[in-house]
T-cell receptor, first 110, second 116 residues
């Protein structure tokens, strides 16, 4: 079983739509969680960390459910510029290991 | 602030040649990671270092690949001899591995490697 699993998509949504991505992780000892964004032919960039109580950054909301071992990302009022691949990342503090999901592709359509 | 710096940005070489990729992590970060990304296989962790010591090199494809971190501010990934199947984007990332506080990885721009 992979440490982190994501639905690869693709998700094709119209501008203004709300879209949600989920990601599951296998190790209950995982300590830190992140969402990254990767544009075509670019490096992954940190979008936001995911905190236990959930957190919001503008149109983006991240949630963590430790009991069910999943994290989610909600994007409201999608913009064309949101088109990218979104990667969920789980960190095992012991040894500082990071595990990346395979990414979910999002295309926002005019 | 300077981010993770990788060089070269692009490398095109013939198979059989030695390739050396370089990385300077963010100052003060004590963990460094080398990744390879292709369309077919996605993002793969090759090796990572904590405090200049290799911790997990199980992702290194074979003996042709080697990585070193002689000091806290520099690392190299070497391929010798290179083969066409090594063509990929190679990313270096660093993080401040400091325990339970959320410390993400920061990526360099990557090296786009083409082996002819």
């Amino acid at each position: 079983r992979k440490e982190v699993e994501q639905d690869p998509g693709p998700f094709n949504v119209p501008e203004g739509a709300t879209v949600a991505f989920n990601c599951t992780y296998s190790n209950s000892a995982s300590q830190s969680f992140f969402w990254y964004r990767q544009d075509c032919r670019k490096e992954p960039k940190l979008l936001m960390s995911v905190y236990s109580s959930g957190n919001e950054d503008g149109r983006f909301t991240a949630q963590l459910n430790r009991a069910s071992q999943y994290i989610s990302l909600l994007i409201r009022d999608s913009k064309l510029s949101d088109s990218a691949t979104y990667l969920c990342v789980v960190n095992w503090v012991t040894g500082n290991q990071f595990y990346f999901g395979t990414g979910t592709s999002l295309t926002v359509i005019p | 602030d300077a981010g993770v710096i990788q060089s070269p940005r692009h490398e095109v070489t013939e198979m059989g040649q030695e390739v050396t990729l370089r990385c300077k992590p963010i100052s003060g970060h004590n963990s460094l990671f080398w990744y390879r990304q292709t369309m077919m296989r996605g993002l793969e962790l090759l090796i990572y270092f904590n405090n200049n010591v290799p911790i997990d090199d199980s992702g290194m494809p074979e003996d042709r690949f080697s990585a070193k971190m002689p000091n806290a501010s520099f690392s190299t990934l070497k391929i010798q001899p290179s083969e066409p199947r090594d063509s990929a984007v190679y990313f270096c990332a660093s993080s401040l591995g400091r325990g339970s506080d959320n410390q993400p990885q920061h990526f360099g721009d990557g090296t786009r490697l083409s082996i002819l």
